[in-house]
């Protein structure tokens, strides 16, 4: 760890300003989740359009940010999306309704549309391509560390204090963030106007180079197609675990095993799949989707399956999680130009974030005709044709070509 950052200046200061950041966004859910529930006994429907809110900026609006960003100073928009996101999280707790309040969640998304894709383009800037893989392990075991932390000390404060305080928290995280990112040594870059015509040209061309870019267009497709098959189920594990035969406490200890094991994967991995990353994707999909088909498969059969096995089951799928994305971006990265690092960046937000909002509703759909199982099975059979498509990317005759020295010896 401590050679990566001495050989990469400015990448710790990157990190150290992703940790408030991510907290924040987590902090914010389960404050307006609980607000929603506990607070206002919002229908439903409220909790449907919570999920667009949160998703539909990234799809609509993240290729218009994406192409801004790559024509401002990455610096800057590090700073006023997290000051931004601050703000309108404060905002929260003017709501007078649960739909003045997905109303304002919705524009916080809009936000940090602009974040995501700056902050990959920062870590583009500042890391060398032959220490990106550990560098996006690292990112990623952030990412979900404050998934486990966020929610937890979120949950501890609402039970004690109510949402308010939360939502200060949030902001004083995201306050903490824009001062941090203010230090980043990152590269001048050539600012151009921002005529309307030409932010749609500009997102063109991130489309046409992702189009002509083999490892790219592989590399999108696979994610989109991987997310989507996670999400056919993910929303579903509550309900398989009582289908099983389990309680409440097997659950937890499933979640939290799925968690370790996507921490310890980007961690302890990342360092490990600079070389060849198709086929970390190809066999990490490969692993995880034939242990989720067969705990579909057990659900489906009556078949009882012990806790700790279950739990034994969600650590290798949250390993696996992690040797599928961590490899996909860290090619994203070696493989985009540094002008057009947040367009592209920004498109494969918008493909995860179409899988988030179509997927979850399709797994809904096929619990309710074949059971609660098909879901399971359904988003494995899914993964392990991905992973045949990320493998028949390293062999067939439109194999990605990769820079040597980027990629470390991929085909």
């Known amino acids: 760890m401590k050679a990566l950052f001495r050989a990469?200046?400015?990448f710790a200061r990157l990190i150290?300003?992703?940790i408030p950041a991510d907290l924040a966004d987590w902090l914010a859910f389960v404050a307006v989740a609980a607000t929603l529930a506990y607070g206002w006994q919002a229908p439903p429907l409220a909790f449907a359009l919570l999920g667009l809110a949160m998703g539909l900026?990234?799809?609509v609006i993240g290729p218009f940010a994406g192409a801004l960003v790559d024509r401002w100073r990455l610096g800057p928009v590090l700073v006023w999306s997290n000051l931004g996101r601050g703000l309108g999280v404060l905002a929260y707790g003017l709501a007078p309704g649960w739909p003045a309040l997905v109303v304002l969640v919705a524009l916080v998304a809009t936000v940090d549309s602009f974040f995501t894709p700056a902050k990959q383009a920062a870590l583009q800037a500042l890391v060398r391509p032959e220490d990106r893989a550990a560098a996006n392990g690292l990112s990623q075991g952030v990412n979900q560390i404050s998934k486990i932390a966020g929610p937890a000390l979120g949950g501890g404060l609402l039970a004690l204090t109510g949402p308010v305080p939360v939502f200060v928290l949030t902001a004083v995280a995201s306050a903490l963030a824009a001062a941090l990112a203010l230090g980043l040594p990152l590269p001048a870059r050539e600012l151009r106007p921002d005529h309307s015509p030409r932010i749609f040209r500009d997102i063109a061309e991130g489309l046409a180079l992702v189009r002509r870019t083999p490892?790219?267009?592989?590399?999108l497709g696979l994610m989109a197609a991987g997310f989507f098959g996670i999400f056919l189920y993910d929303t579903l594990i509550?309900?398989?675990m009582e289908s099983l035969g389990h309680g409440p406490e097997t659950l937890g200890l499933c979640v939290a095993a799925n968690g370790l094991g996507g921490v310890t994967g980007a961690l302890l991995g990342g360092p490990l799949m600079k070389r060849r990353p198709f086929v970390w994707v190809a066999a990490s999909l490969a692993a995880g989707g034939t242990l989720v088909g067969a705990m579909g498969v057990?659900?489906?059969t009556g078949i009882g399956l012990p806790a700790p096995l279950l739990a034994a089951a969600f650590l290798t799928v949250g390993l696996a999680g992690a040797g599928s994305v961590v490899p996909i971006r860290t090619?994203?990265?070696?493989?985009t130009p540094e002008p057009a690092m947040a367009r592209v960046a920004?498109?494969?937000?918008?493909?995860?974030?179409?899988?988030?909002?179509?997927?979850?509703?399709?797994?809904?759909g096929l619990a309710t005709i074949g059971g609660i199982g098909l879901p399971f099975v359904v988003g494995a059979g899914v993964a392990l044709l991905t992973a045949v498509t990320a493998a028949l990317a390293l062999t067939g005759p439109r194999a990605p070509r990769m820079n040597a020295a980027a990629f470390q010896g991929d085909a």
Do not use: K
Request: proline share 7%; no cysteine.
């Open 8 to 10: 990469n200046t400015g």
């Open 16 to 18: 150290a300003a992703q």
């Open 57 to 59: 900026p990234y799809v």
């Open 215 to 219: 490892a790219l267009r592989a590399a």
């Open 238 to 240: 509550a309900p398989l």
């Open 298 to 300: 057990a659900a489906l």
């Open 331 to 335: 090619v994203i990265q070696n493989a």
């Open 346 to 364: 920004a498109l494969s937000e918008a493909a995860s974030a179409a899988a988030l909002l179509v997927a979850p509703l399709a797994g809904a």
